[in-house]
């Protein structure tokens, strides 16, 4: 049981909420961040163990008001999991800039704004842990359709990539580490819209056979944010039941 910091954002659903639930369930004291409602009610409500902030993470000042939700309930930030995204299924024919812009907004220059936001607070306390949100779409498909992320979604998410590798190396000074987990698909919101031609494609190519749950995804980053995952730094973890043999 550890008594740490964590914030934890798109907390509203899917990976995002199970990573807030197995850190209330492991001891953790979490600062749960979406744009929508969070159902605290599963994990006993909000209180001395949850507390809860409204923000659009592609505003600046959304991020910097989470991070001070957090630091004024329990007087320090230890780690961050940056789940909020947004999907984007359109084909390349489909896709426009505003489409395009808007995604990138959200998945990569939210993910850049909640790290930044975070690890100045966590810089006060000698320290912590960043884990954000890369995609197993960026091998195995980008197409778009059926459901499934299309150009604008795959390229954020390679972004993340790249993103996490510069964070890891300009706040290691800081003693702060930053990973990702790069999530197979995953029985989410994000893939309810999956066809059955995805969701076949989906459970081809993993060596288990299935797709992802969310707990499966929030075990593997709730490691990384975790003390015990203290000598990994800059890496991207595939989570994705053998995915990766591309299949
Ligand atoms: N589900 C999958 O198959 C899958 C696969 C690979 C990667 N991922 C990644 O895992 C992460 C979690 O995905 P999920 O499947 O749980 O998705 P989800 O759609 O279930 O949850 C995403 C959450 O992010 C929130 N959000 C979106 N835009 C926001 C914004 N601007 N500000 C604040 N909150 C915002 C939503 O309200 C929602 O609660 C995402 O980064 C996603 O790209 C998911």
């Given amino acids: 049981m550890t008594e740490k910091v964590i914030i934890v954002t798109g907390a509203a659903s899917g990976i995002g909420a199970a990573c807030m639930k197995t850190l209330v ?18 994990i006993g409500g909000t209180g001395s163990h ?26 320090r930030v230890d780690g961050l999991i940056h789940m909020a995204a947004i999907h984007s299924t359109k084909t390349w024919r489909e896709l426009d800039a505003e489409e395009f812009n ?18 100045l607070a966590m810089e006060k306390t000698g320290g912590g842990a ?42 290691a000074p800081s003693g ?25 494609k989906v459970a081809e190519r993993t060596l288990t056979g299935s797709i992802g749950r969310p707990e499966e995804i929030a075990a593997a980053a709730v490691f990384l944010v975790s003390d015990a995952a203290s000598y990994i730094d800059g890496e991207i973890l595939a989570v994705n039941g053998g995915g990766s043999f591309g299949l």
């Fill in 25 to 42: 369930q492991q001891g953790y004291k979490v600062c749960a961040v979406d744009r929508d409602p969070i159902d605290a009610g599963a």
């Fill in 130 to 171: 960043i884990v954000l949100a890369s995609s197993g779409s960026i091998s195995v498909s980008g197409v778009g359709g059926h459901g499934r992320g299309g150009a604008a979604y795959v390229s954020s998410k390679a972004a993340i990539i790249g993103l996490t590798r510069a964070l890891a190396r300009s706040l």
């Fill in 50 to 75: 949850l507390v809860t902030a409204k923000a659009d993470v592609s505003k600046p000042e959304d991020c910097r008001n989470a991070v001070a939700t957090a630091e004024r309930a329990y007087g």
């Fill in 176 to 200: 702060i580490r930053v990973n990702a987990v790069s999530p197979g698909a995953t029985q989410t919101a994000m893939t309810a819209e999956y066809d059955e031609v995805a969701l076949a």
């Fill in 102 to 119: 808007r995604t990138l907004s959200v998945n990569v220059t939210g993910s850049f704004l909640m790290a930044q936001a975070a690890a």
